[in-house]
């Protein structure tokens, strides 16, 4: 049976709970604006910890989506880049930006 016919599918959950996860999202938009070091992907996404981004460039890594380069120079320069496979997920990106854009309202700030 085609997986694009059935209501779920082992694949596109995967994938979801991948970029769904806290801080995947805007660390991935980061990346595909151009963000390679770490201290600039931490700086461009207000509240996101080192720990959390090392996790999530971990698990980029891990799925095969972002590249570790070490620069062999003083001080070391580590850069993590967006693979083939890390790149082909601009369009999905785009998408939900445009619908975020669209349909979802700007957020409250608390009262105080």
């Not at 910890?49 to 891990?62: C, I, N, P, V, Y």
């Not at 120079?73 to 993590?80: A, G, N, W």
Request: proline share 5%; net charge negative; with cysteine.
């Amino acid at each position: 049976m085609d997986r694009n016919t059935e209501a779920f599918c082992p694949l596109f959950h995967h994938a979801v709970e991948l970029i769904g996860r806290r801080w995947s999202g805007a660390v991935l938009r980061a990346m595909l604006h151009g963000k390679t070091r770490f201290r600039d992907i931490r700086e461009a996404i207000p509240g996101l910890s080192d720990k959390m981004l090392a996790e999530r460039l971990h698990e980029f890594q891990a799925e095969g989506i972002v590249e570790r380069r070490v620069h062999d120079e003083t001080p070391v320069r580590i850069d993590y880049v967006l693979t083939a496979k890390g790149h082909e997920l601009q369009t999905a990106v785009d998408a939900l930006s445009d619908w975020a854009e669209t349909w979802v309202a700007e957020p409250v700030p608390p009262a105080g």
